[in-house]
């Protein structure tokens, strides 16, 4: 007999960071999908197992999804988990009220359930009306205290399939100008570059814009230069797999840490994912102000 096919339910309270899990389950060789219709679920169940892929499957939905009804979810879930070819698991994200409500005025966006009120009322709401979700899941994940990065890799670690690397790799931009950080395993200075900062319309751009890049990828001794640093990650990552090593910090900085450092952290972690490993990305100083950094003019 066939392994069952694996099948995740994953759902939350709203900003939680369920989106971010679904991300990392796609990049661990999960195929996900988010806000599908619960009352499609049998059908889509059907279709997947009557294919030979034994991919596992992420089904993302919360509030926001049509039809979204907390015991009708139970009563469908609870009859497909009478199937024997069926490996089903529910697992539910959530996060303290006062840290969500943060979240939701730092950004500015709107809770979902929040109707004109504040967001602290559609936290509320939401927390009352999806309890019986949170009682009745197999998992739960509480990132009140987690940053992106830590739920990201909190979930590589408990969800890999068997296929992804184990090693767990990370990879982010600093400003060498607020200093550098403390943890990472492998660092590299992108100050050789010619820097986007004295260049006038590229100034409150940064590595993520495509006329930075632009500018970077043309810069002479940019494209040389990344072709060694990735050959030589490429061959110490397995090594240091082999040793045991579980994970793997690799951090390039610039001046200000807003463009050249930013455009080489995404340019490596692509291609990372295409050399089949799942790396998480973050980028330090990418929210401070071109004229907060300290720049000069040889750097």
């Known amino acids: 007999m066939s392994e069952p096919q694996k099948l995740m339910l994953v759902t939350g309270m709203s ?7 679904l991300r990392v389950l796609e990049d661990l060789g999960w195929e996900a999908v988010d806000n599908f219709p619960v009352r499609l679920l049998r059908p889509l169940v059907r279709e997947v ?6 991919v596992p499957l992420a089904i993302g939905f919360d509030t926001r999804t049509r039809g979204f009804e907390p015991q009708t979810v139970i009563s469908i879930v609870k009859s497909l988990q009478e199937r024997e070819d069926l490996a089903l698991s529910t697992l539910f994200i959530d996060c303290r009220s006062s ?16 109707n004109g009120r504040t967001a602290l009322d559609g936290i509320l709401a939401e927390r009352d009306l999806l309890e019986p979700l949170r009682r009745w899941a197999d998992m739960l994940i509480d990132t009140s205290q987690l940053a992106t990065n830590e739920l990201q ?10 296929g992804a690397p184990q090693i767990a790799v990370t990879v982010s931009s600093f ?19 010619d820097n986007p900062h004295w260049v006038e319309d590229l100034r409150e751009q940064t590595g993520l814009d495509e006329d930075v890049a632009n500018f970077l990828h043309q810069t002479d001794g940019f494209e040389d230069n990344f072709t060694r640093i990735r050959e030589l990650l490429m061959d110490l990552l397995p090594r240091y797999g082999a040793q045991g090593k579980s994970y793997v910090h690799i951090a390039f900085g610039c001046t200000g840490g807003r463009h050249r450092s930013v455009y080489t ?6 291609a990372l994912r295409d050399a089949g490993y799942s790396p998480t990305i973050s980028h330090r100083n990418l929210a401070s102000r071109a004229t907060d950094t300290v720049e000069m003019q040889t750097a």
Request: glycine share 10%; aromatic share 10%; net charge positive.
């Open 99 to 114: 840290e969500l409500e943060r979240r939701y005025n730092e950004t500015r966006r709107r809770h979902p359930l929040a």
């Open 15 to 21: 900003g939680a960071g369920k989106t971010t899990t």
């Open 153 to 162: 890799q909190f979930v590589r670690q408990n969800f890999g399939t068997d």
């Open 265 to 270: 952290a995404e340019r490596m972690a692509a």
């Open 49 to 54: 197992l009557a294919g030979e892929d034994r």
């Open 175 to 193: 400003g060498f100008a607020r200093g550098m950080p403390p943890l990472a395993d492998l660092v590299f200075d992108m100050r050789f570059l």
